[in-house]
């Protein structure tokens, strides 16, 4: 998960990199009291494309920060809206430069990138210059200094930037973090460099050595509603789509194959739910249906797993046990295969529920439902 | 033949005594997989269903000649349990479990390459070579040996792919999860040069997503002069670009991450590309047919 780039610089200045001294803003109407003039005003949010969407503000006084406050505590940046603003101070440099380090495939593990030029168009601009590590410990000052002669004349910082990048790799390693991208990275007048920006993405899954990804995993949750919060406390992976058939699957992939079936047959799909089970829990349904059943956009609950390691068998008890709990009375289609698939059938007479033998009716049925609804 | 697992494999069960080792034990030796051994810390000496638990990996392969080891332990313990594997001399180690961090992924990685021995995950189904032997929980009806050599980013889509083309009398030589991680223990590349080596393996069937560079290796692996036919179904069409999409490298963060472009970069590359799951025992059919 992405982090707030003020939380990001603590972090960086927590093992010497050099960030600005900013403050944090929490509310419009508490504002800290500036020594010095301009500074740069920047909404905390983990959305990408803040600077182009007005994010930061370059104010030259008290009353231009209590105007430019109330103006970014009331914008949304993509799906959300700051809680907190940095005011760093506003640097004058020489250079802009862009450092990151990130997880790669075909480096079988870090990779450092760099380019000469850094701020908010790099992304459309030459793609950074490689450096593929593996694994932390295989980071090689003169490999990175090989990758860099061919980008950097300057060797004095060819070498500010190889001591950097190699923190920055043991950083990601120690504290678990998939990413951690300075954009810009700036070479002030000194010839020193200075993180202007920061961005970091946490590995989840490495919660239990990590207290701070911990405390961020509660965060999300408390951010999120009492339906969403039920079911990411199971551990579903939850995006919410913009059409009315919700799905409940099992997989990443069949969730996706499922969804592009959907739209393919002339449906709209409203979510990609997957809500792996394992084998030995189906509690992870519950809040599932609590959270579609609230939504007024769906119409349609269709329920798609084909499981291994996940029974069958246990999928449609916990069917028949769900449905017998649910007040609402949207229509839900199923589709389960798998292993012990063959004993679905007779749990499902039981309630009256009908397993359709394959994607194709049970989407066709989904959306016949959701147009009559 | 198949590629990496047949019945020659001596496996070893880590972690035997949990719920999954021991459904892996009658799920999986069911199937004619030779399990050898497990291991336990503190139960040594005792056995699961006849096969005999061991306190470390070294002490269970040098009685049993074990030297592939099924990896069934909590998310934290992948990495120790699968580099003990690696260095007792297991030379295909398969660990299944989600939740992993990439760093473990990483070193096991680097501690495989370092020892010639190849990792299959991880959060990925396992391996199966139908009619001969599986790694992992996946529903063995689904499969029967046949010409097509099977690679999935996705558990659940390997079943439902494969149980199509099982239904259309397409059977496969070996199925392998190279799983949904950013980091993989083997890569769609890798699978792609395995496949491409076994014999039996008359064309490929890629079932990938959006998301991760896999795709360009297999697109680059297709255009090569004598490659094998390659049919891939890429999902995650309708996905939004910057959400996660379960899969850690299942996210359109750039062009050449979306939908659009990898199934662009493969057709051109000669890959048979399904338009969706319905579509997808046609194209295996016609991947078969541009191989005879």
């Known amino acids: 998960m992405m982090i707030l780039e003020h939380e990001a610089k603590a972090l960086l200045r927590s093992v010497g990199v050099a960030v600005p001294q900013g403050s944090l803003i929490k509310s419009p109407t508490r504002l800290p009291k500036i020594k ?3 500074i740069a005003l920047k909404a905390q949010v983990r959305s990408g494309g803040r600077g182009k969407l007005g994010g930061v503000i370059r104010v030259n006084n008290a009353t231009a920060l209590k105007a430019g406050a109330r103006k970014l505590f009331n914008t949304t940046f993509g799906d959300e809206k700051p809680e907190v603003l940095l005011a760093d101070p506003w640097l004058p440099f020489e250079r802009e ?8 495939g075909t480096a079988e593990g870090y990779v450092v990138l760099y380019s000469p030029k850094g701020g908010v168009d790099v992304e459309s601009g030459t793609p950074p210059a490689r450096y593929p590590i593996g ?3 295989q980071f090689r000052a003169q490999g990175f200094r090989a990758v860099l002669e061919k980008v950097e004349k300057d060797f004095q910082l060819r070498e500010k930037l190889i001591f950097l990048a190699q923190r920055l790799v043991e950083t990601a390693a120690a504290r678990d973090c998939n990413t951690i991208e300075i954009n810009p990275l700036v070479q002030l007048k000194d010839g020193s460099l200075m993180a202007l920006d920061a961005k970091i993405v946490y590995d989840d899954w490495a919660h239990y050595r990590n207290s701070d990804i911990l405390d961020q995993q509660k965060a999300e949750r408390a951010r999120a509603d009492k ?3 039920a079911s ?29 079936m959907i739209k393919a047959a002339g449906g709209k799909p409203a979510c990609f739910l997957d809500a792996s089970p394992g084998p030995t829990s189906t509690r992870g349904y519950k809040p599932a249906f609590q959270m579609l059943d609230a939504d007024p956009s769906i119409k349609v609950i269709l329920v798609s797993v084909f499981g ?12 028949k046990e769900n449905m017998a709990m649910r007040k609402s009375k949207k229509p839900v289609v ?30 066709k049925e989904a959306i016949k439902l959701a147009r009559s609804a | 033949m198949s590629i990496l697992l047949d019945q020659s494999n001596r496996v070893l069960v880590m972690g035997i005594t949990g719920n999954y080792g021991k459904f892996f034990v009658t799920d999986s030796g069911g199937y004619g997989t030779t399990v050898v051994a497990g291991v336990s810390p503190g139960r040594g000496g005792t056995d699961v269903d006849g096969i005999p638990v061991f306190e470390g990996a070294r002490a269970a392969c040098q009685a049993t000649q074990a030297d592939t080891a099924m990896v069934f332990v909590p998310p934290p313990l992948v990495r120790a349990a699968a580099i003990e594997a690696i260095e007792a001399g297991c030379r295909l180690v398969v660990a299944t479990a989600d939740e992993m961090p990439v760093r473990d992924t990483i070193e096991i990685r680097a501690a495989a390459k370092a020892n010639g021995a190849r990792l299959v995950g991880p959060n990925s189904p396992g391996i199966i070579s139908p009619g001969k032997a599986k790694m992992g929980f996946m529903p063995s009806f689904c499969f029967m040996p046949g010409p097509m050599g099977v690679i999935s980013r996705s558990g659940s889509l390997s079943y439902e792919s494969s149980k199509r083309l099982t239904q259309a009398h397409i059977g496969q030589t070996t199925v392998i999860g190279i799983g949904g991680d950013p980091i993989k223990g083997t890569t769609a590349a890798e ?24 795709e360009a290796a297999v697109a680059a692996y297709a255009s090569q002069p004598h490659a094998k036919p390659v049919a891939a179904l890429i999902v995650g069409k309708t996905a939004p670009p910057g959400k996660k999409m379960g899969h850690a490298a299942a996210m359109v963060g750039s062009k050449a991450d979306s939908h659009a472009a990898k199934t662009r970069l493969l057709a051109k590359s000669g890959v048979l590309v399904c338009k969706d799951l319905t579509d997808l025992v046609a194209q295996a059919k016609n991947a078969l047919a541009a191989a005879a």
């Open chain 1, 36 to 38: 010095s003039y301009p």
């Open chain 1, 97 to 104: 430069l862009y450092l990151s380090v990130t997880i790669d």
């Open chain 1, 135 to 137: 694994p932390a410990s």
């Open chain 1, 227 to 229: 339906y969403l919060r």
């Open chain 1, 232 to 260: 990411l406390e199971m551990g579903h992976m939850y995006v919410k789509l913009d059409g009315d058939i919700a799905l409940i699957s099992g997989g990443a992939g069949m969730t996706m194959g499922a969804m592009d």
């Open chain 1, 308 to 319: 291994g390691g996940t029974h069958m068998n246990r999928v449609a008890s916990a069917m």
């Open chain 1, 334 to 363: 199923f589709r389960l295969d798998g292993t012990y698939v063959d004993q679905v059938p007779a749990i499902f007479e039981t309630f009256g529920a009908k397993n359709h033998p394959n994607l194709e009716s049970a989407v």
């Open chain 2, 191 to 214: 699978a792609m040069a395995l496949f491409h080596l076994d014999p039996e393996t008359r064309a490929i069937l890629y079932l990938g997503e959006i998301g991760g560079a896999e």
